[in-house]
């Protein structure tokens, strides 16, 4: 399916931090706002992640994919994990989460990374990453959080 007309996909860039966060906070995440520009900052520019946004001809964000990819010794190479994959609510259902998701991991294939992961909760989720190849480990994700940082 081609994207909608005037929508196009780029790198992130540090300029892009109101629409990057406005569309976090649709999966439920927040950051705080004196933390966004020197997190974003240091994520746009880290060789290991890649944060791909769907823009519309006013260039604002209407969706985004984030990818993390490094060696891992669990598989033997390079493993990738998508951390954020989201699309607004009223551009959803018109192409643009499939181009993201299939850019992704494209450039997983051309890092020669051995799989992809993601945690994907809602039932709904879980039924669109099925149709695109991604299986179920049973596994649920578990979080540390370093209570020692602001």
Same mark, same amino acid.
């Given at each position: 399916?081609?994207? +909608?007309? *005037? $929508?196009?996909?780029?790198?992130?860039?540090?300029?892009?931090?109101?629409? $990057?966060?406005?569309?976090?906070?649709? =999966?439920? @995440?927040? @950051? &705080?706002?004196?933390?966004?520009?020197?997190?974003?900052?240091?994520?746009?520019?880290? +060789? %290991? $992640?890649?944060?791909? !946004?769907?823009?519309?001809?006013?260039?604002?964000?209407?969706? !985004?994919?984030?990818?993390?990819?490094?060696? /891992?010794?669990?598989?033997?190479?390079? &493993?990738?994990? $998508?951390?954020?994959?989201?699309? #607004? %609510?009223?551009?959803?259902?018109?192409?643009?989460?499939?181009? !993201?998701?299939?850019?992704? !991991?494209?450039? &997983?294939?051309?890092? *020669?990374?051995?799989?992809?992961?993601?945690?994907?909760?809602? *039932? /709904?989720?879980?039924?669109?990453?099925?149709?695109?190849?991604?299986?179920? #480990?049973? =596994?649920?994700?578990?979080?540390? /959080?370093?209570?020692? /940082?602001?």
């Amino acid at each position: 399916m081609p994207l +909608p007309d *005037g $929508i196009k996909v780029r790198q992130a860039r540090r300029g892009d931090r109101d629409s $990057i966060y406005r569309l976090l906070g649709e =999966l439920g @995440i927040a @950051i &705080a706002v004196s933390e966004q520009s020197s997190a974003l900052s240091w994520i746009v520019s880290h +060789p %290991e $992640i890649e944060v791909l !946004l769907a823009v519309d001809p006013l260039d604002r964000g209407v969706g !985004l994919v984030a990818l993390a990819h490094r060696p /891992t010794l669990e598989v033997g190479g390079r &493993a990738a994990y $998508i951390d954020s994959l989201v699309v #607004t %609510e009223p551009m959803r259902r018109r192409g643009i989460g499939s181009e !993201l998701l299939e850019r992704a !991991l494209a450039r &997983a294939r051309m890092l *020669g990374c051995k799989q992809v992961e993601l945690c994907a909760s809602l *039932g /709904t989720a879980r039924d669109y990453l099925g149709r695109r190849g991604f299986k179920s #480990t049973g =596994l649920e994700r578990m979080v540390w /959080t370093n209570s020692g /940082t602001r």
